[in-house]
């Protein structure tokens, strides 16, 4: 991130954390540190999807400061492993998961997910990255990465909000890509990595419109708070934050960018003579839909 994007540094902590979660609490309605298009609904759609048990053992990708873990810890008994790149993050993730005495399921590391995985094969029960993928560039590698940790039978679910589905200016683009490192892909390059990484593509979702109607609350609840945010990021990323949720509302309304989630499953050993494609020799969903199935 360039440095005049960089929040300030003098801001009282205690001030600033009020201030977010605020905003998030307006505009997500329950606040679990997120700060995406992704909400608690959203989020144990997720989990039923992934066939979350208390058994089950997660991977998170990207898993920020630890929010959707340690909710998914809690709600379903499930162990996450949750992974970051920035320090600050997993520390923040460490220090949340001991506040809530769940030190027994969840566990931070920081880590880079664009990396070949510490982990061994067949270790996780299921793989979870929200709307960090597109920061990631080497999805493929990535792919093959959480295939080889996934268990036989085991279901991977992300979520991809930068996928190019019409005209967008170079103006629109470097809106999108506050960090420069943003990956766009056109439509079927997800599935086309996702096979090709050697999982059964199971749902694609789209989600589109819950970016859109976010985009207008992210941005009204940060101008509500706005003499706030100033003085917590600086004027410069107040208004370049602003003009990416703007831009964002309108690239999702004029269906131009576009927000999708994968689920996917790493395929169980094929039995002796068993017939790919044959009835009852295939997966099923959980049925729930969460957005425009297509």
Not at 266 to 293: A, D, Q, V, W
């Amino acid at each position: 991130m360039p440095d005049e994007l960089k929040p300030t540094q003098s801001v009282d902590e205690h001030s600033r954390e009020r201030t977010l979660a605020a905003i998030r609490a307006e505009v997500l309605g329950t606040d679990i540190g997120q700060n995406s298009w992704l909400g608690v609904e959203e989020l144990d759609r997720f989990a039923a999807l992934l066939n979350l048990e208390a058994s089950h053992h997660l991977l998170e990708a990207c898993c920020g400061t630890g929010g959707t873990a340690l909710y998914l810890a809690s709600h379903y008994g499930c162990q996450v492993t949750g992974i970051d790149i920035l320090p600050q993050a997993v520390a923040s993730a460490r220090h949340s998961t001991e506040q809530r005495s769940l030190s027994h399921l969840a566990h931070f590391e920081v880590y880079d997910a664009n990396q070949k995985l510490p982990f061994d094969e067949d270790r996780f029960d299921a793989v979870l990255c929200v709307e960090a993928v597109n920061q990631l560039q080497q999805r493929g590698s990535v792919l093959a990465e959480w295939f080889r940790t996934l268990k036989p039978g085991g279901r991977l679910l992300y979520s991809d909000p930068t996928v190019i589905t019409g005209p967008i200016s170079a103006e629109e683009i470097a809106s999108q890509s506050i960090d420069h490192s943003t990956v766009f892909l056109p439509p079927g390059e997800n599935e086309r990595l996702v096979a090709e990484a050697g999982f059964r593509i199971l749902r694609r979702e789209d989600l589109t419109g819950n970016a859109e109607s976010l985009a207008v609350r992210w941005q009204e609840s940060r101008q509500k708070h706005h003499l706030e945010l100033e003085r917590i990021e600086g004027d410069v990323r107040m208004q370049t934050m602003q003009r990416f949720y703007a831009t964002a509302h309108l690239l999702a309304h004029e269906r131009r960018l576009s927000r999708f989630a994968f689920l996917a499953e790493k395929p169980l050993p094929r039995r002796p003579g068993e017939i790919p494609g044959l009835p009852g020799s295939g997966s099923r969903t959980s049925g729930l839909p969460f957005g425009r199935l297509v």
